[in-house]
Each structure stands twice: as C-alpha cells, then as structure tokens.
C-alpha cells in the first residue's frame, strides 16, 4: 500500500501517490505566493474555494469536450486526478492586457487583444518562469512543433469555453495560465488548476480599476478582502449553468 | 546653415544634422555602458576603434550587397550616414549561446545554436530592451509582418557574411546587435554600428573562457584590459581582406 505517499509539494498544492499508478491526489493549500514567490502568504479556506472553482470549471470542459485530468473530487479540498508527465510549459491566454505584459511592453492595462494573445513560458522557478518565444521553445527542447501547435489550439478553444462562462457569471476573463501534461499515451490533458489563482477575472459590475479585481491580484498587490473576492467568484461560478446554452436554445 | 545642430545623444553616439537633410553625421563616443546603462565608465579610445572597425565592416557589407547606412568617415571618429527613422528593434543573431539568452533560459554559455537564432528585442531603454515574441512585435505594432520577414532574412545574410569575415581574423563570432532604419522610400538600410560594443567576439586562439573575450564582455564582467582587446579586434579586422575570397579563389 502506497496510498499517502506524497510525491511532490508545489505552492499551491501537494499531490499524493494512490494504490493506483494512473491515478494520484491533488490537494489544494491556503497557501499563496506571488512575484515568483518573493511574496508569501495564507488566504484562509482558498484551497477549498480553488478546489471547487476547479472542479466546476473542469467538468465544464469535459462537457464541451476537452480532455482534462480530473476524475473526481472525493473531498472539498482534494481532487483524483490522472497521473501525466507535465510539460514544462506555461500556456497563457491573454483576452485584455495586464500584468506583466504590460510591465514587458508598455501597453497600457486594459487594452482589449483581438484575437487573444496566446504565450509560452518556461515553467522554471529558478529562472522565474521567463517569456519563451517559437525559437527558444524549440532550442531548449521543451515541446515537439506539433505539441506547441496543439497546445495554442486547446488554449483558445478552452479560452471560448471559459470567456463565455464568466461572461454568463458578470466576469471578465482577462487572461489566464492553464499547465498541460502528456498521459501514458502521449495524449495531451489539461493539468493543474483554473481559479482565482491562476486566471485574471474583472467584476463586470465594476468600473474602479482595483475594485473589479477578483483575483490574486488583490493578494499581489495589497487590495484587501482576498478571502471575500475568492468567495465571491465561487458562488458566481456555482450560481451560473454549468453548459452554455447553445444557438439553438438562446 | 545647420550644420552642427544635435539631434540625438545616446549612450555611444551623438547625432548631428548637415546642410543636406538625408545625411547625417554619426559621431563615436569611448563613453560605455551596460546592464541598460546601470553600469557606466569609458573605454579610451573606443569611439576611434569602433568608428573604425564599423567602417571596415559597412563597406564589405555594401560590397556583399547589404544597403547600409554608412556613406563615408570623413574622421576617425565621424561616419556621415544616410538619415533613416530607426524601426524600434533590436535584431540580436546568435551563433553560440551566451549573455541574456542564457540567463534567461539557463542553456549553457557556449552551445552552438544550428541554425543560428535570430531574436528580436524592444528598442526601448525604459523597459530595458526586452525579448519580443512575434505577437508583440504585431500588437505593439513595431514593424509591419513582411518587415520582421525582412528583417529575419537580412540579418541571417549579414551574419552569413560576417561570420566567414570574423572567422579569417581567428575571431569567432558569438551574437551581435543589429539596428535598421526606413529610408524615405520605406526601404530597409543597416544602420547603428557593428563594433566589439554590440557583437560578442572570442579570440579563436584562446580557450579560456576569460581571455577569448574580445568585446563589451570586458567591460560588462570587470575582466581587465578592456581598450587592449577592442584594439586587437581593430587590428585583425584591418589586417583581414576586406572580400571573403570566392569558392573559385579558395
């Protein structure tokens, strides 16, 4: 019996090994980091809130067909997920300029990207997860052409999927970081997680610039109440129908 | 008359107007800076040597067919050069990996990079010159697609060429910087400089990591005798034929 064996502690969960190799435990901590974690703190009952966010937004997913890790949630902060091989990549999906985009270029936050800007970074702490360009990519030998080439195909299309559910919840989705891992078959599976820590989300019923905030920006940037903007996505994403209504059905 | 109206001071070059407004007069300083102008200091008699070596490697450019700004150097530290709106990139050849590059994605100094990569940064001190994927140079709207393309190909051509010049003066040629500018007919011109400020050189004769530097590096990573090798590139690039010699010549 292996089933407690923990096999990795990242920031914002630890996973855990199960009597089954294709299957391992995803748990969710209150823990939270920023600036490639230069900033450390706690947001109180996030692992719950994330966990179910996540869970909410993967089966979405599935039902719109993208294959996602997840299996199941047996406990509020636990998830069964299937084991993969992560790709060291970090596929971001950026709807509005923010972050540090606009830290890189200049341009200014909120300018709306049409068509969406899709970017690659290298999962790398020591090196703070820098920008990749198509050439570096390939140089560093992180993912095949085909794989980088599926991968901006899924973001966008899971960018279609989730734009339009936070729309359906008075949320922008202003941008995003999704982790794709390979399973036995070399099939590629939507990792890690979707939640407040990992996406940029506007309160469509806001128009100050820090009150709209309902991400771990307010924990990067001091704005305060974290817990009660994490709160607040959960329900609005709990609240809303879990498939979009389709053309035929509006 | 305007002849000696300034039109620009940067951190190596001053810029001035002439009485006929397509040309400009280019003028080259020892003032030295790095790490965007963290790091300042004078390498002495570098305005002489670089204005020199540019020179040297303008006119077997021209030769080679690559439209450059250079016109001529009327003294050793002034070129007169077409007047061109500078296109806010820095285009960056890499032959073997080193600074930046791999800091920034921990490849190790010295792997060869087949075929040589070709990057683009923002001009842009401000930001500190940051690495551009091809979707930011399209948002931030710095060149026009068949201009990246443009530029792409001329600067593969350019270091084609240079890298065999180099290579007879037992000069291995790491990267270098190039800069382009619009000339009134929109047509692309090389312009800036090419000097030990703006390519890495290591001396062919010398493995040790250290005494192969023969550019900035010097100065950059307080390795000493900076102005000695700036002169020995001079040197070797003077006592080099200014033609590759042809297939049919070898």
């Not at 899971?158 to 559910?165: E, M, Q, R």
Request: charged content about 25%; some cysteine; hydrophobic content about 40%.
């Amino acid at each position: 019996m292996n089933t407690n064996q923990k096999l990795y502690e990242g920031k914002a969960k630890i996973l855990y090994a199960t009597d089954d190799a294709d299957i391992i435990l995803s748990v969710f901590k209150d823990d939270a980091t920023a600036f490639n974690a230069q900033k450390r703190g706690t947001i109180r009952g996030k692992g719950e809130v994330n966990c179910a966010i996540s869970t909410h937004l993967f089966r979405l997913l599935e039902a719109e067909g993208v294959r996602t890790h997840w299996i199941d949630t047996p406990s509020p902060t636990t998830m069964r997920v299937r084991t993969v091989t992560i790709v060291p990549l970090e596929v971001v999906v950026r709807n509005i300029a923010a972050g540090s985009l606009c830290r890189q270029t200049g341009l200014p936050v909120g300018t709306p990207l049409s068509p969406p800007l899709v970017e690659f970074y290298y999962k790398n702490d020591d090196l703070g997860d820098p920008l990749l360009t198509s050439d570096r990519i390939r140089i560093l030998n992180l993912a095949a052409p085909s794989q980088v080439e599926q991968l901006q195909t899924l973001a966008l299309q899971i960018n279609n999927i989730l734009t339009k559910f936070f729309d359906q919840c008075g949320i922008t989705l202003v941008d995003f970081k999704l982790e794709f891992g390979l399973d036995g078959k070399q099939s590629l599976l939507l990792a890690d997680e979707i939640s407040p820590d990992t996406c940029r989300l506007w309160d469509q019923a806001e128009t100050d610039p820090e009150r709209r905030v309902m991400d771990k920006d307010r924990f990067r940037h001091d704005l305060g109440d974290v817990e009660g903007a994490y709160q607040r996505v959960l329900a609005r994403v709990l609240g809303a129908p879990l498939r979009s209504p389709s053309a035929s059905e509006v």
